[in-house]
């Protein structure tokens, strides 16, 4: 790998965690591609993994969640939340790591407390009437951004429990929902490839609309906004991951590699340098956004990787 890149990462400072359909989750020396560690996650798929602010990796699978400690060599789940009829499809964290939020496939959205380990404790929960793809918390920590498989985006108020709703598409399911960091834009994607986009303004944000990007030929997967806020990825069916000027929403680079299949999930670097890719031939993928390369391949998982997530602190 070139320099510049390991420099980028950090060396073992960071923590790359992946997840998918052979019920393990890898942890990995991000410049090196090294599997660190192995931690199992029986009985079920991985739909979505979120490393939480005092190192825990939070694991969405069919009827639960499981916490696992990266600053520790155990293997197991430290707690597990349980008490969910179906798929829990998105799992995020509070800023400071107080409490986690999820949506599934019970249709709802809910508010855990990940310190009453353990005796976890759902805290909220917000109900729709189609199962829930996706969940996402504004930085302002005062909505949450609820996507559903009929097309509508809920927009919970936490403070007051009231909720507006969003129809970008009619009978197109909501796939992902991404905000950017500043608050100032979020994103959508659904299953037939679009992806649209708001301006977020006013105390409580509201959205505007800004974008509707025609963003693949297939179901797009998901969506995120870099951490510098000037560009968006979107990943899809198709075989690729797709990256948006934020400034003009033009394209501004197409990840794609022969054998790449679906790709399931994707994340930035800090420094919006490089992204990481998960895909159906169970891969994950290590990309020079500025020069369009494929810089490092992680290698180990038996089947498609469905979720990943990263984080550029020590673990």
């Known amino acids: 790998m070139a320099g510049d890149t390991t420099a980028s990462l950090g060396g073992s400072q960071v923590a790359l965690v992946t997840g998918g359909y052979d019920h393990t989750i890898k942890l990995w020396q991000a410049h090196s591609g090294v599997c660190l560690r192995t931690m199992q996650h029986p009985d079920s798929q991985v739909n979505s993994l979120e490393i939480s602010p005092t190192s825990m990796v939070a694991a969405a699978g069919f009827q639960h969640i499981r916490l696992y400690d990266l600053s520790s060599a155990n293997p197991d789940p430290v707690t597990t939340f349980e008490d969910i009829s179906k798929?829990?499809?998105?799992?995020?964290?509070?800023k400071n790591g107080t409490w986690m939020y999820t949506g599934g496939e019970d249709c709802t959205a809910r508010i855990w407390d990940p310190r009453a380990a353990?005796?976890?404790?759902?805290?909220?929960?917000f109900q729709v009437q189609a199962p829930v793809n996706a969940v996402m918390l504004h930085p302002d920590q005062s909505q949450i951004m609820v996507g559903d498989q009929s097309g509508i985006i809920h927009i919970w108020d936490l403070k007051t429990d009231q909720n507006e709703q969003l129809i970008p598409e009619a009978e197109a399911s909501i796939q992902d929902i991404a905000i950017d960091p500043a608050g100032k834009m979020m994103a959508a994607v659904n299953n037939k490839g679009n992806c649209y986009v708001w301006s977020l303004s006013g105390q409580p944000p509201h959205p505007v609309p800004k974008k509707h990007i025609t963003a693949h030929s297939k179901y797009a997967l998901r969506c995120k906004f870099s951490p510098d806020s000037t560009m968006l990825v979107t990943t899809s069916g198709d075989c690729s991951a797709k990256i948006w000027r934020t400034s003009d929403w033009a394209l501004l680079r197409e990840l794609r590699r022969d054998t790449q299949r679906w790709v399931w999930d994707a994340a930035f670097t800090l420094d919006s340098r490089f992204l990481f890719t998960g895909s159906s031939d169970s891969y994950a993928r290590l990309w020079n956004i500025e020069r369009g390369t494929l810089e490092r391949e992680y290698c180990g998982h038996q089947k498609a990787i469905t979720a990943l997530a990263f984080k550029d602190q020590p673990v």
């Open 118 to 125: 353990p005796r976890t404790r759902c805290q909220k929960i």
């Open 87 to 94: 798929n829990v499809s998105r799992v995020g964290f509070q």
